[in-house]
DNA sequence: TAAAAATACTCCATAGGTATTTTAT
DNA sequence: ATAAAATACCTATGGAGTATTTTTA
């Protein structure tokens, strides 16, 4: 067997469609299907239901292919290996990172991660957690700033901080001028939250349920952005993350009585990542870069 | 990369001797050596330390060592999960079967199946056809019971039985006490059918067709256990499947003079099923077993 | 000097390309 | 009729063999 029949396994699996999987191979599309042939032959089944209009991948075929993509992501840990071998701090570090924490955590500190990282190539990748722990999975990235808990075996995080929700009011709103939030000021109050899919929404779903407060039933936002404006135009009210508050316009936001409502945020990456020892330490530099600047 | 380098590399790592490492693999001394070279060159680092009295391993070659041991034990589980997939009486079969077929059939079927089949899992689906066709073509499923005539070029069917429909009326009917129905018995009455969607509905009015009886315009039934509860209730007749007369207090089932209505039921499947060989045998075993309880 | 790895060279298996055919819708 | 996979055939890369040389404890 070779690494390369996995790789075009893999491709197949990915695009069911001969023709597209050896464009993505870099190869004709004879080459590819004889190499699958050849792979069917070796391993005496078939993994592939062929006609010329679909490609379905058998059940063992399915099987194998999971096994292919883990082999591939081994192979491309050797890799990894070898090249922070030559030079740890060198190469590309493919980071995931969901959307209410993208737009106000980078600019925190891609600037300090650039800094000291500066052999580094660093590409970001936004989407919704359960994403990015797919791609996690499949070796498409190399890390991810997730929500804690997490409930994946497979992979390793650390622990970067924890970040406070506050309450965001409307400034005419009667408890705008509120020093600090109480228990009983929202039971039985509503409050604007974002749409399904995003971890906050979970996290101030089950803050609501605590404080006996309830979803405004009639409206869901796609973004903090889109909530923050929800609330300047004095529609209702929301949690929003600490790093999120920045000041606006017919805005105040007011902290919560403790014990505090926060997400904890973390890093993690495949337990068998060939940059293990390069994330510690990319870690703890955000760890160092957010105590400093929050 | 080739998974032979690796093996070669973890030969060595062992041996800690391109002789005996080569030797172990089948091959010769300089190829081994020649192919360690090349991985050497590939990744861009030294691996081996050389002298022709000691073969050491570079710090960063044991860690890629490791990984490629990994590798390899993932590569043997492809071949095993290979192996093990060869049994084709082995894995999961799963089949699909629509609603006023399921409950009649299959407890006629299934022991004998399972008993036959043995070390095959089976999953049953309950669905109407048209979502069966949607399933089977996507992969979902492997097979499915179907009535005939089946329009789908790209499924392959074999024909399991015909299945006769009775005339179920309340016993306090004037058909009650025939003994056969007659061409002309049903001429302008009314039947009661099943809702659109179930592919009984399309055979019952096409016989209703052929009778010139007629559907019953403000009822449509959800189940054939409906139908057959609205018809001992006294409200009006309908047509039932052979394996769906069960005897029940206040109905009579009366079959029909020839030509008989009849549904004819095939199991389907892909052409390209990798299952081909395993689903025949499955058919031969349904028909056997119809047949005797029948 | 002796054991062991590296080099030189030759061969051939096979991956991969292009052109074409077969197949199924 | 058409899109897609399979086949045929050719080329060339590179893996592996044998014979030999180089290296160093």
């Known amino acids: 067997m070779n690494i390369k029949d996995l ?9 069911k469609h001969f023709g597209k999987a050896a464009e993505k191979c870099f190869v004709s599309q004879p080459a590819l299907s004889m190499q699958i042939q050849k792979l069917e032959e070796l391993l005496g089944i078939k993994l592939i239901e062929r006609s010329n209009k679909s490609v379905l991948i058998t059940e063992s075929g399915l099987n194998i292919v999971k096994r292919a993509q883990d082999i591939l992501n081994q192979v491309e840990a050797v890799h990894e290996l070898a090249r922070s071998a030559k030079d ?9 990172i969901f959307p209410t924490l993208a737009p106000y955590l980078l600019p925190l ?10 052999k580094l190539s660093f590409y970001l990748l ?3 957690t359960a994403v990015l722990i797919d791609q ?4 498409k990235i190399h890390a991810a700033f997730l929500a804690l808990p997490l409930a994946e075996k497979q992979l ?30 929202l039971e039985n109050k509503k409050l604007l ?13 089950s803050f609501c349920q605590q404080l006996q407060a309830t979803e ?9 952005e889109t909530l923050r404006h929800m609330v300047a135009a004095g529609v209702g009210m929301t949690l929003m993350p600490k790093f999120a508050c920045h000041s606006a316009k017919n805005l105040a936001y007011i902290p919560f009585q403790s014990p505090k409502p926060l997400r904890s945020i973390c890093l993690a990456w495949r337990n068998t990542s060939a940059k293990q020892a390069l994330l510690n330490e990319v870690s703890q530099e955000i760890i160092s870069t957010v105590k400093t600047n929050a």
Chains 1, 2 share one sequence.
Do not use: N
Not at 193 to 205: I, S, T
């Open 7 to 15: 790789k075009y396994l893999v491709a197949l699996a990915e695009h």
């Open 88 to 96: 740890p701090y060198a190469g590309e570090l493919k980071i995931g």
């Open 109 to 118: 500190i891609i600037p300090a991660l650039v800094k000291k990282f500066s």
């Open 126 to 128: 936004e989407e919704k």
């Open 136 to 139: 996690l999975k499949l070796g």
């Open 156 to 185: 390793t995080t650390t622990h970067l901080f924890d970040e406070e929700f506050l309450l965001a009011v409307p400034k005419t709103h009667e408890l705008a001028k509120a020093k600090i939030i109480m228990q009983k000021d």
């Open 193 to 205: 939250l974002l749409e399904e899919g995003h971890c906050m929404r979970e996290q101030a779903l």
């Open 216 to 224: 405004t039933q009639d409206f869901r936002a796609t973004s903090l």
